[in-house]
């Protein structure tokens, strides 16, 4: 049976300003290439894009204001390679699940989507409850391990395989998990 995928991509719409943020921010410079041929390949293939951010206590789904309250020297060069295309979906999150507090569950359900690729920032964190939620929620749950970043390597890994078995999350790399989406086609 052919699965319907979704693909999230979480807080990279990020001011990386807080403790760490910086360490963050030179982890989450390594990811982006990976997010970006899974967000290509998705968008080419009718693979809905759902971008689920950090509100940055404006409380407003308006991306662009988003980009301009959270762009900084830190941020930019991520900011301008990961926002959204207009076509892509935006939703805001009061905490760290990208389920809690949003439509998430109800766009999903509305695409009839089987499985979501978790991909963003932090691992440990916003990456790990999101995915923890879909799981709950029983979707199939992939999350490339060179499309998620924490503030540290060893974090990351450590969240990666709490979500590998635990959450029976499939990590293989973006570039195996595009080779997968395409044999579904």
Partial sequence: MTKKFALLIIDMINDFNFPNGEKLAAQTKKIVPSILALKTYCRSNDIPV???????????????LLIDHVQNDISAPIIQQMKPERDDYFLIKPKHSGFYGTALNTLLHEFNTDAVIVTGVA??????????????????????????????????????????TVLKADVRPASQLISLLKEQE
Avoid at 50 to 64: G, M, Q, R, S
Avoid at 125 to 147: H, K, Q
């Fill in 123 to 164: 691992g440990n964190i916003c990456v790990f409850f999101t995915a923890n939620d879909a799981y709950m929620r029983e979707f199939d749950v992939y999350v490339p391990s060179d499309g998620t970043a924490s503030e540290s390597p060893n974090f990351n890994e450590y969240a990666l395989n709490m979500m590998e």
């Fill in 50 to 64: 759902i971008y689920v951010n950090d509100h940055y206590n404006l409380w407003k789904a308006d991306i662009e």
